[in-house]
């Protein structure tokens, strides 16, 4: 079956939540593999290999869910070419920087770097990049029509997991069906018990992922029991005081605010709470 739906980013921004809560949906099918990677990493597999990911699955909305095609202008082009006119794509959105912090924690929990903030940002680019959605929600409107395009935010989903569950099956055409885990978080705070070890079953991971066992890796990722091997529990709360706000740090806000100003035209939501919060980090108190 083709899809007719995919969740194409950021990451960060609930893309483990939604998963859970589409795979318990009745009216929707996912592949055994959180993320396919097809249109940016795997697409010389050929589309009949993607299409073949889906068969068995029937429902209404069948698709994938994979944080990275928002940051990647060939996978958007490529999934313009690809998809049907009937296609939903979904985009959900975070506060930049603490978007930007949580990144960072993910960096720390699976053992790729211990620097601070401020230093990651030198090498890990994506903690910036991944946080400036102007230009790629732009460029997703632009190739995939602003009509098929559901842009929802993260802080919708930490206020109110319920109503946002609404949004998502608004969005996607399906029921809303009341009874689902809504409410259940992801712990972002949980940290290795070993570095080096997650460091190498993620090097294995990618590894299955190129001889074609994508599979294999989703039920891995997904046991519970993985987790719980992996990763000792710690606290969910993403905070702006979690980071020292150094001069580097208050440049990087105060861009992500003028980005603010301009998300809120180009997807008709408002962001003034984005903007209060970036104000308030770049303040010269903070810094």
């Not at 929707?28 to 299409?51: A, H, M, N, Q």
């Not at 706000?245 to 962001?271: K, M, N, S, Y």
Request: aromatic content about 10%.
């Amino acid at each position: 079956m083709k899809p007719n739906f995919l969740y194409l980013g950021g990451d960060k921004c609930g893309s483990t939540w939604l998963h859970r809560l589409l795979s318990l949906h009745p009216d929707t099918g996912l592949p055994s593999s959180k993320e396919l990677f097809f249109f940016d990493r795997y697409f010389e597999r050929g589309t009949d290999w993607y299409t073949r990911q889906f068969e068995g699955l029937d429902a209404p909305r069948v698709g994938e869910i994979c944080h990275d095609y928002l940051y990647s202008p060939v996978a958007l082009e490529r999934i313009a070419d690809f998809f049907e006119d009937d296609a939903v794509f979904l985009i959900f959105l975070r506060n930049p920087y603490l978007r930007t912090i949580s990144h960072h924690r993910y960096l720390q929990r699976i053992g790729k770097t211990t620097r601070s903030l401020d230093a990651a940002l030198e090498t890990h680019t994506g903690l910036t990049s991944h946080s400036l959605y102007l230009r790629p929600v732009q460029q997703a409107i632009n190739l995939l029509g602003r009509d098929r395009i559901k842009v929802l935010k993260f802080e919708d989903l930490a206020s109110d997991p319920l109503q946002f569950g609404q949004s998502v099956s608004d969005a996607l055409g399906i029921r809303f069906i009341a009874d689902l885990p809504y409410q259940d978080r992801v712990l972002e705070g949980s940290s290795a018990r070993s570095a080096g070890l997650v460091r190498i079953l993620r090097s294995a991971g990618w590894r299955l992922r190129d001889a074609g066992l994508q599979s294999l890796v989703g039920s891995v990722k997904s046991h519970p029991l993985v987790e719980r091997l992996l990763f000792q529990g710690g606290s969910a709360r993403t905070s702006s005081q979690d980071a020292r706000v150094t001069p580097r740090i208050a440049d990087l806000v105060r861009q992500f605010h003028d980005e603010a100003i301009g998300l809120e035209e180009v997807c008709g939501l408002d962001f003034s709470d984005w903007r209060e919060t970036l104000e308030s980090v770049a303040a010269p108190d903070n810094q």
